[in-house]
Structure formats: structure tokens, C-alpha cells
């Protein structure tokens, strides 16, 4: 299809609606974004995150170890991991698909799925970066800084399974004097380090700033509304209706909605389900930074450097998208990183934040069109999606101007079942 004449709207201004908005309207599509939010103020997932872009551990979030270690943490005093505080049927439903998707064959099927992904993610942000939109892309490494052994293989067997799926991983193991001389903020716990070179780090907000400046000057438009019904019309165009504005008419539609993507997508076939995997995060004051990404594996907490001072998250409540900001989450948040991090400047903690990671029920990103013509996802991507923002939005716009119903990687589709 000649991209020139196509008419596209994007629901959701996340990273995933915002890298696809991007790569339609640089191959010359009409692109609209709607978002429910203020574009001026916005706070979702893609806003508030680590800024980490490490492929290698982007694997499916699905996997036995993930439900050992929510059935032992959820009773766990101080646990990374929390009880819904709603359960209803789609939560029971989603629960029910991600047990029964958690086997290791089902695990190993999705990691190579992930792995065509992963393997060009890093890329893909240099050559964004390059074409003028500044996420604050650099090469840093990611410094794990472990208590126990335990938690070391934990975290290897993962890097293991990926590098057999593919993944090609440089790595340096270090004595406690080694990391603590390269990370001094691991002073306090760490005794012994795992550094990976030439991982990636983003600014989530800048990067956000960024994307819409430079979706602005390609000519397209951001319109705040809340997308609430998507239906097929008889030409094969789609109508979006909306809470405030009146109804409209696009080519394509594509839902980015993130957490809330069940909303508009359960009518058009999608099956896995999408819940929120709340994480929380702060800002505070160091004596040094990072030299990109310190981890404290045991406590759950990641740190990035942001800006010229650290931003903090960590924890893992999967919950209705809407849940308010749960005091005692932010607090145990606050709690784990006062011990990890005590030469922390504390009194100066800012920009408090809780969003919702789409997490899908077989824990992979779907990305494709949905049984609805003209309709399409680009969702459902975890822990992961800034990572595997701008290579998912390039491959489904690839899709979309050749009228695939598929992205040229297979194992994501918006077709697949539960
Ligand atoms: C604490 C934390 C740390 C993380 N760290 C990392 C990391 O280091 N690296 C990484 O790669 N990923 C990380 N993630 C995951 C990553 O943030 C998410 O996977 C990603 O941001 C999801 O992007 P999205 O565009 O799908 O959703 P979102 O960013 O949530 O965007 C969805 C947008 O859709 C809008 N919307 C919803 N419904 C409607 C509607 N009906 N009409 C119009 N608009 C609508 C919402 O308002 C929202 O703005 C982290 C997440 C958390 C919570």
C-alpha cells in the first residue's frame, strides 16, 4: 500500500502507540494518536519505568521459576510481590491462563520468539537516536549486585537459557572490592557483582517529550480523548467512538492502550488477557551515580541514572489498570531501597509514581492485526516494553503498509489462542 494514502489511528500514547505513530508516519501514513490522558502531563508505564534496555532479560514473564517465586514471596514479610486488592472473573481468568502458560516448554517456545526481537533492540534505538529523536539512548552496563550466591544462579540460569536461544551476552563477574571500586552505591550490600557491557539506558520522560515533538513536526495530530468503542463499518474503514468528542472515521486503528488494552481489544478476538504488574518508583539525591544500572537482585530494587540524580523501582502487584497509588507499596518501595542504598540523600525523595506494566495471560507481546480487519495491537509487552518499543512499532508498521495480518517475526500474534 502506497503509505501516502493511508489513514491511521493510533489509541494510547505509551511507548508502543508512540514508536508505531513514529514509524507509520516516517514511511508517509496520516497518523493520528488519541489518548485518554493530557499529552502535557502524562504518567503512564512508558513515563515512570527504569529506563533500562537490556535485551537479554527480556524473557517471557510466564515461566515456573516467576511462579515459585510469587507463591513463596506474596506470604513473604517486606516482598517485591503483592495480593490483587481486586479479584474478580477476568483477574481469575488471567491468573488461570498465566499458571497454565507457565511451563517450561511453553517458556522456551516463547524466549525464542523473544529472541528475533531482542536481538535488534538495541539497534533500533541507536538509529532512532540518530534520526533525531533524543531518548537519552546510551550504551552503559548493568551491574547486578548480589547478597547470596542463591540469587546469582537465579539470575544466570535465565542469561544461560537465552544464550542458548541465541542471545550473544558480554559479561564480567566481580570480587566484592571490584564492584564496590566500579559501583560505589554497592557498598552497603553487595558482595559480589555481575556487570553487562554495552547494555542500553533511556530517560523515560525526555524520551516521551521527545517522541511527540518529533511526531508533531511529521504532521501528526495528538488528540486527548478516551477512545471507548471500536467497531468495523461496512467499507472497511473503522469508527472510534469517544467520551467527549464525536465519533471518527480511520483506515486503520491501532490499540496501544497498555494495561487497559483488554478494553478495546477483547472485542476483536484478542484472547490472552492484560493486567497491570504495578511497579512504583522515586526519585532521590546520591553522593555518585551509577555508571548506568545498579540492581539489587535480592531486594528487588533497580536504580538508573537519571538526570544527575537516581531514580528507584522495583514490585510486582498485578492489579485492574485504575488501582490508586497504595501507600504501603510506595512505602515497602522506600523501605527495601533505605537498606540497599542508606548513603542515599532520603530527605530529598521526589516525583512518587505507580503505573501498570501490561502483563499478557501467556506473558509474550502481541503485536498484529486482530480478527478484525483494519484493527490491530501493539501490547501486552511487561516488564519489557521500552526495551521493545521501537523495534514492535517498526515491525508493525512494516505489517500494516504491506497488509500482513502478521509482523515479519512470528510467535506474537494478535490471532493466537489463549
Ligand atoms: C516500575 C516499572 C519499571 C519498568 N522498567 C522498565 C525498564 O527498565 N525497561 C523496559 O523496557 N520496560 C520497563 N517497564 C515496562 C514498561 O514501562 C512498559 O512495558 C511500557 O511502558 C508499556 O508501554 P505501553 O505503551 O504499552 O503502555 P503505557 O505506557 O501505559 O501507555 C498506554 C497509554 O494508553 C492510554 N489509554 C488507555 N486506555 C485508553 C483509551 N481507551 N483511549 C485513549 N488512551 C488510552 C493510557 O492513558 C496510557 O497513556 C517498567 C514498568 C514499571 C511499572
Known amino acids: 500500500m502506497n503509505a501516502s494514502q493511508l489513514d491511521v489511528a493510533v489509541v494510547g500514547a505509551g511507548a508502543l502507540g508512540l514508536f508505531t505513530a513514529y514509524s507509520l508516519a516516517r514511511r508517509g501514513?496520516?497518523?493520528?494518536?488519541?489518548?485518554?490522558?493530557?499529552?502535557?502531563?502524562?504518567?503512564?508505564?512508558?513515563?515512570?519505568?527504569?529506563?533500562?534496555?537490556?535485551?537479554?532479560?527480556?524473557?517471557?514473564?510466564?515461566?515456573?521459576?516467576?511462579?515459585?517465586?510469587?507463591?513463596?514471596?506474596?506470604?513473604?514479610?517486606?516482598s517485591f510481590i503483592r495480593v490483587p486488592t481486586q479479584i474478580d472473573s477476568h483477574t481469575v481468568g488471567f491468573m488461570l491462563e498465566f499458571f497454565k502458560t507457565s511451563r517450561r516448554s511453553k517458556w522456551l517456545t516463547g524466549l525464542a520468539a523473544l529472541h528475533d526481537?531482542?536481538?535488534?533492540?538495541?539497534?533500533?534505538?541507536?538509529?532512532?537516536?540518530?534520526?533525531?529523536?533524543?531518548?537519552?539512548?546510551e550504551r552503559a552496563p548493568f551491574v547486578s549486585a548480589f547478597e547470596t550466591v542463591d540469587a546469582a544462579r537465579g539470575q544466570m540460569a535465565d542469561h544461560v537459557d537465552a544464550t542458548a536461544a541465541g542471545a550473544s551476552l558480554s559479561m564480567d563477574l566481580l570480587s566484592k572490592s571490584r564492584l564496590h571500586e566500579l559501583e560505589p552505591l554497592s557498598r552497603s550490600v553487595g558482595q559480589f557483582g555481575l556487570m553487562m557491557n554495552e547494555q542500553g539506558l533511556v530517560q523515560p520522560p525526555l524520551m516521551l517529550?521527545?517522541?511527540?515533538?518529533?511526531?508533531?513536526?511529521?504532521?501528526?495530530?495528538?488528540?486527548?480523548?478516551?477512545?471507548?468503542?471500536?467497531?468495523?463499518?461496512?467499507?472497511?474503514?473503522?469508527?472510534?467512538?469517544?467520551?467527549?468528542?464525536?465519533?471518527?472515521?480511520?483506515?486503520?486503528?491501532?490499540?496501544?492502550?497498555?494495561?487497559?488494552?483488554?478494553?478495546?481489544?477483547?472485542?476483536?478476538?484478542?484472547?490472552?488477557?492484560?493486567?497491570?504488574?504495578?511497579?512504583?518508583?522515586?526519585?532521590?539525591?546520591?553522593?555518585?551515580?551509577?555508571?548506568?544500572?545498579?540492581?539489587?537482585?535480592?531486594?528487588?530494587?533497580?536504580?538508573?541514572?537519571?538526570?544527575?540524580?537516581?531514580?528507584?523501582?522495583?514490585?510486582?502487584?498485578?492489579?485492574?489498570p485504575g488501582a490508586a497509588f497504595d501507600q504501603k507499596s510506595g512505602q515497602l518501595l522506600e523501605n527495601n531501597a533505605r537498606r540497599v542504598l542508606p548513603m542515599a540523600q532520603w530527605e530529598t525523595v521526589r516525583n512518587k509514581w505507580h503505573g501498570g506494566r501490561p502483563i499478557s495471560s501467556d506473558g509474550i507481546p502481541i503485536i498484529g492485526e486482530t480478527r478484525t480487519a483494519n484493527v490491530y495491537v501493539n501490547g501486552g509487552h511487561g516488564m519489557w516494553g521500552v526495551t521493545l518499543g521501537p523495534i514492535s512499532g517498526r515491525l508493525l508498521a512494516e505489517a500494516m503498509l504491506a497488509e500482513d495480518p502478521e509482523i515479519s517475526v512470528p510467535g506474537f500474534s494478535a490471532r493466537r489462542s489463549a
Open 117 to 137: 526481537l531482542n536481538a535488534r533492540a538495541l539497534a533500533e534505538f541507536e538509529e532512532i537516536q540518530a534520526s533525531g529523536v533524543d531518548c537519552g539512548f
Open 209 to 320: 517529550d521527545s517522541l511527540m515533538g518529533t511526531l508533531g513536526s511529521l504532521g501528526v495530530r495528538l488528540v486527548q480523548d478516551a477512545v471507548t468503542e471500536i467497531l468495523p463499518t461496512s467499507s472497511g474503514d473503522v469508527k472510534l467512538e469517544f467520551a467527549r468528542l464525536p465519533s471518527a472515521i480511520h483506515q486503520k486503528v491501532v490499540v496501544a492502550t497498555g494495561a487497559w488494552l483488554d478494553q478495546l481489544s477483547s472485542d476483536h478476538g484478542v484472547q490472552p488477557k492484560v493486567l497491570a504488574g504495578f511497579g512504583y518508583s522515586l526519585q532521590v539525591d546520591v553522593p555518585s551515580l551509577p555508571q548506568g544500572m545498579l540492581y539489587f537482585p535480592e531486594a528487588k530494587i533497580a536504580t538508573t541514572r537519571l538526570g544527575d540524580s537516581l531514580r528507584i523501582s522495583t514490585l510486582l502487584q498485578i492489579d485492574k
Open 29 to 78: 501514513a496520516n497518523v493520528v494518536v488519541y489518548e485518554a490522558e493530557p499529552f502535557e502531563n502524562l504518567r503512564n508505564a512508558s513515563w515512570g519505568n527504569a529506563g533500562h534496555i537490556i535485551p537479554i532479560m527480556s524473557v517471557p514473564i510466564a515461566s515456573p521459576a516467576n511462579i515459585k517465586a510469587a507463591a513463596t514471596g506474596i506470604f513473604k514479610k517486606g
